[in-house]
């Protein structure tokens, strides 16, 4: 098998980052979930009954149905197994 029909056939992946955002005076805290590749964001009202936002963040994709593969704290990234759309992550742009 030739390296490019080896790379063809991998599957292909996703980074997403997420970071707590704290309350302010009009806001309760929040986790967002940022895709740089494709400048979109999605924030959502934090959750408290997860342990942190990482869990939150997580809940939340696998609600939406997202193929989540693993969660990391350093850097604070979620790997998600990727269809190729550009629009898996709506919200704000």
């Known amino acids: 098998m030739t390296p490019a029909a080896s790379f063809e056939k991998r599957p292909r992946i996703r980074v997403l980052e997420f970071k707590f955002l704290g309350s302010t005076d009009f806001r309760g805290a929040r986790t967002k979930i940022i895709d740089r590749r494709f400048k979109r964001s999605v924030t959502i009202p934090y959750d408290y009954e997860q342990r942190d936002c990482g869990e939150h963040a997580w809940a939340y994709l696998a609600g939406k149905g997202w193929p989540l593969v693993a969660l990391s704290y350093d850097p604070q990234v979620l790997v998600v197994a990727w269809d190729g759309s ?8």
Do not use: C, Y
């Open 86 to 93: 550009p629009h898996m992550l709506g919200g704000e742009s």
